[in-house]
């Protein structure tokens, strides 16, 4: 496993989460959740100092791919959002990461602690962002490769 921090997003229409990993990049946690600006980006400059600020090794984006494994509008956009945040963070290297059903597992996970949806929104988007992270962190830790698609700005 490589050391060092990694930093998820989980790109919403309105929302984006962001969780980070420990540097023994273990343990993923929530960080944020910052409001999207498609006209102004500053979601994206964040994103951008929180990976300076932890000196991050490497982002990762959810990439909401289909149940039929295509590449669908969410997708499409995720993709464009990875490589704008690409060219803001460079030379840190940003991944597309499959982020099927997380939002469901982050749901689940936020009810059975007692919260509804409605009162919880914001924390389910970085509870998504927690769950990609993690997600990311055991399969390269079970297959010994980092996952998903490393993309250029």
Known sequence: ?????????????????????DVTATLASPVTVLRRQRRLLTDLDEIATIVRDR?????????????????????????????????????????????RLTTVVAQRALHAAGRTVRSSRGQIDAAAAVVILQSALDSERNAGTPPGEVVTP
């Open 1 to 21: 496993m490589r050391p060092g921090v990694r930093v998820a997003v989980d790109v919403g229409t309105a929302r984006v989460g962001v969780a980070a990993s």
């Open 55 to 99: 000196e991050a090794v490497e982002v990762v984006v959810g990439w909401p791919r289909s149940l039929k494994d295509t590449e669908g509008p969410a997708a499409e956009s995720a993709r464009t959002y990875a490589q704008a945040l690409a060219a803001r963070v460079e030379p840190v290297p940003v991944r597309l990461v499959d982020e």
